[in-house]
């Protein structure tokens, strides 16, 4: 077995691939990006891909949720809540006033955008890959960098930590999801995720959708939109369900999903996670 993750390692994927039950005894292979860990999975060169696609501060990963509709073909099979700690590190030596330069991946430098403003206002910010990938320019690179990542790219790339739990909010949550071919059977205590586009904007389009789920007691825990980049005002609505896909309510919720309209994707049936501590 192996499982693509957003590398290379020391990133907070890698943390999460060694706290998903199925994924942890798989070979983990790191690529570059969000889609080039999600293409190897449609290729058959892994067998999972471990990606995140919320944050509790950031919210959604958008480019994640176009892959899952945009290129169709993989199932989510788990969900992963992982606790996100932010530590700013930097070459041994430097000190905080010495920092002109802060890397990261975008949504870090989202999650610490109160930090970054308070303490480090003159800085330039550059986004990089990844977490590490940003450990390593700064590890390898010229004075005066810091980069914003895991504790574990500390020992990693031989950097020291200027700062800590840097993030906006003490609660910093990403939730990641496992992708497979299939999705999961039936636990009893499930989530499945949905996208669908409707035919044209009308009143009350979303709100007859949303009704097939409220008529048969299935709570939902996540509705968003995303544009379907093809025409502005056009969009792809992504919802959450708490149940399996089979269960008869949400089996029949389905159906009157799928007359009302215009795409729909089951994107798959999984247990619900809590928190990793």
């Known amino acids: 077995m192996r ?8 990133t907070f994927s890698e943390e999460a691939v060694s ?45 994640v949720l176009d892959l899952l509709v945009h290129r169709p073909g993989a199932q989510v099979r788990r969900e992963l809540l992982l606790p996100v700690r932010q530590v700013l590190l930097a070459p041994p030596g430097t000190r905080l006033e010495d ?9 870090p430098l989202g999650q610490c955008a109160a930090f970054l403003r308070e303490r480090l206002a003159g ?13 390593q320019k700064v ?12 504790r574990a790219a500390a020992a ?57 789920f409220a008529q048969r007691g299935l709570n939902l ?13 056009h969009y792809v609505f992504f919802l959450d369900f708490e149940a399996h896909r089979s269960d008869p309510a949400a089996a029949a919720a389905l159906e009157g ?3 009302r309209v215009h795409h729909m994707y089951v994107l798959g049936s999984y247990p619900r996670s809590e928190a990793a501590r």
């Open 3 to 10: 499982v693509a993750y957003l590398g290379p390692p020391g």
């Open 19 to 63: 706290r998903c039950e199925l994924a942890r005894d798989a070979e983990p292979v790191p690529h570059r990006t969000f889609a080039d860990a999600y293409e190897a999975l449609l290729r058959g060169e892994a067998d999972l891909a471990l990606l995140p696609v919320e944050n509790s501060i950031e919210g959604s990963i958008g480019a």
């Open 99 to 107: 920092v002109r330069r802060v890397l990261s991946h975008p949504q």
């Open 123 to 135: 800085a330039a910010l550059e986004p990089t890959h990844s977490t590490a990938d940003a450990a």
């Open 139 to 150: 590890a390898s690179g010229p004075p005066g960098a810091a980069a914003i990542g895991a």
């Open 156 to 212: 990693r790339f031989g950097l020291e930590i200027l700062a800590e739990d840097i993030q906006d909010a003490a609660e910093n949550v990403t939730r990641f999801v496992l992708l497979a071919r299939q999705d999961e059977a039936p636990t009893g205590r499930d989530r499945t995720s949905i996208a669908f586009t409707l035919d044209r904007d009308r009143p009350g389009g979303l709100w007859e959708v949303i009704g097939e």
């Open 221 to 233: 825990s996540k509705v968003e939109s995303r544009p379907t980049k093809r025409e502005v005002g």
């Open 257 to 259: 999903v799928r007359r």
